[in-house]
């Protein structure tokens, strides 16, 4: 006689009076029946509103400032990228060159690979910029000699504006003998990136550990329903219901509330931008520039909606693995 | 259906609940279990239900050795057993329809099947009309019979019934009973526990009876 699970579905599903249901059957009355459990779960949670609403909102918040972070950081990041295309190096010409001489120059520069543009500024224009743009015109009507030396304005190419790239054509460009100077804000680029990356490196500390809290939340929510349940869950076994069957409910639960924590967490970064976009425009308006702040995109949205559904999820399914087996019918 | 070989059960207390316990309840046969409170009553019915796992001796169900069965597997053959209880346990948060279908929708039949089927095991335990009710708005009666209808909904080959008249009067009692005696008519073994003599008397079925964990006597139950 064997006590295999196989010989005693076999044996007891060989029972003339019971009717097994067909495969095909199974497979609809399964779908069926987690369509109905994820419609009727969601309904569940607002038998008790005000406990649903606020596990909700806590969820909301914890997911909304790592969202809120990604805004943040998506907006910086372009504000740096304009910055980094803005990246010029102005090489100041020695005064007794050429026409000639400095054409010749240009040439040179033009066959280096990491220089994308130059653009000529000659004497004579740095003067009349110069005049224009510091208002003693007049004063410097009265120079015998005109001070300013010639300018090459160099662009990099994109994957030499990084710092590190910026100081190897500086290294190069400091050895052409026609260059007296050499000038890039390298310092400040590498300060700002600096404190940009720190602040990254925090913001995901950060928002790992609230996503963590997310995990602990859910996770308790559906620890306490299920303590809560004992009763019903004690009958579910005694009726021969499988633990796969009786944690359903439950990660549907776990899923709903991960996604309804999204959802007002894309609120709340939406929330954040419309509120912070007079105050950007501004700010950029004193410096005589545009910039428009920019909200989660529509597929960031759906990430992030998606990722609360699955933490919730991850999150019951932890709670259940651990509580719904010690629980035995009496 | 069931056998028990040398079945004893002892409690991590050292309480042994069941000792040496030999018996075998055929196909179709409908027996009581009887003791006062403590004899092994309800030890003997958690082990066939798999509720509790012997310490030593055979348990065979419906040809298959359950002493060292795996726990996975302890759902699939509760499935084949009808459970009924002095306290009905039933879900209050449910419907009286939802509660009866409760096996189906664990075993995957459609809605529409389980609603006909449920509706079909409510007729026959005389509750038809009260689907849409909560167990709550029932009466002790009616809760039983609840609970009833969901044991038998699935046709099980066994109902196991731990002190179901406990918390009725004679006469529900006896009706309880007299429905218990229509599906064993219909080749459903039945073992019911209980410790009301009087009714066991009325009845006159096969009793099993246990003292200390003992079985004292298997057989008709002298006045």
Do not use: C
């Not at chain 1, 649903?52 to 740096?80: C, E, Q, W």
């Not at chain 1, 076994?237 to 776990?254: C, E």
């Not at chain 2, 029932?138 to 002190?163: H, K, T």
């Amino acid at each position: 006689m064997s006590n295999s699970l196989g010989a005693s579905k076999r044996k007891l599903s060989g029972s003339p009076k019971i009717n097994k249901v067909s495969f095909f059957g199974r497979v609809k009355a399964t779908i069926s029946q987690h369509i109905h459990q994820l419609v009727h779960n969601f309904m569940e949670l607002w038998n008790t509103p005000f406990a649903t609403l606020m596990t909700i909102l806590v969820l909301g918040l914890a997911l909304s400032l790592p969202t809120v972070f990604h805004v943040v950081y998506k907006n910086v990041d372009r504000v740096g990228g304009q910055w980094e295309t803005a990246s010029e190096i102005s090489l100041f010409l020695k005064k007794d060159l050429s026409e000639e001489q400095i054409q010749v120059l240009i040439n040179k520069l033009g066959l280096y690979e990491n220089i994308e543009t130059v653009t000529y500024v000659s004497r004579h224009q740095a003067l009349q910029e110069f005049k224009e743009m510091s208002g003693f015109s007049k004063a410097l009507n009265y120079l015998d000699e005109n001070p300013l030396p010639a300018v090459l304005i160099v662009v990099p190419v994109e994957s030499a504006m990084n710092p590190a790239g910026s100081k190897l054509l500086v290294a190069n460009l400091e050895r052409e003998q026609d260059i007296d100077l050499v000038r890039v804000d390298i310092d400040w680029i590498e300060k700002l990136q600096a404190i940009f990356y720190l602040v990254v490196d925090i913001v995901i500390a950060i928002a790992t550990l609230l996503l963590l809290s997310v995990l602990l939340i859910v996770s308790n929510t559906i620890r306490l329903n299920i303590l809560n349940q004992r009763a019903e869950i004690e009958v579910l076994k005694l009726v021969g219901a499988t633990n796969r069957f009786i944690q359903l409910p439950y990660l549907y639960i776990g899923a709903w509330y991960g996604f309804l924590g999204g959802v007002i967490a894309w609120l709340f970064s939406l929330i954040m931008v419309i509120w912070l976009e007079s105050g950007v425009e501004n700010l950029t308006g004193l410096y005589k520039a545009k910039f428009d702040i920019i909200s989660l995109t529509f597929n960031e949205s759906i990430m992030l909606l998606i990722i609360g559904a699955l933490l919730g999820l991850i999150a019951s399914f932890i709670s259940v693995k651990q509580y719904l087996v010690t629980i035995e019918p009496k | 259906m069931i056998l028990f070989e040398e079945v004893s059960k002892i409690y991590s207390d050292d309480h042994i609940a069941l000792n040496s316990v030999n018996f075998h309840l055929k196909q179709g046969e409908m027996a009581f279990l009887t003791g006062h409170s403590g004899s092994g009553k309800s030890t003997l019915l958690k082990l066939v239900s798999l509720m509790e796992r012997p310490t030593t001796g055979r348990i065979v169900l419906n040809g298959n050795d359950i002493s060292h069965i795996k726990g996975n597997d302890i759902p699939y053959l509760r499935r084949h057993i009808g459970m009924i209880f002095q306290d009905h346990r039933l879900l209050m948060n449910r419907t009286v329809l939802d509660n009866v279908g409760l096996p189906l929708l664990i075993e995957g039949y459609s809605r529409f099947e389980i609603k006909r089927r449920s509706l079909a095991a409510l007729e026959k335990v005389g509750l038809l009309g009260k689907e849409d009710a909560f167990p709550i708005n029932l009466s002790g009666g009616e809760q039983q019979r609840v609970g009833i209808a969901r044991a038998i909904i699935n046709q099980p080959p066994l109902l196991l019934a731990d002190e179901p008249t406990g918390n009725l009067d004679p006469k529900l009692s006896l009706e309880i009973l007299t429905l218990f005696e229509s599906l064993n008519k219909f080749g459903m073994s039945v073992l019911i526990a209980t410790h009301d003599l009087g009714l066991i008397a009325k009845m006159r079925y096969r009793t099993l009876t246990l003292r200390e964990g003992h079985m004292i006597n298997d057989g008709l139950l002298r006045d």
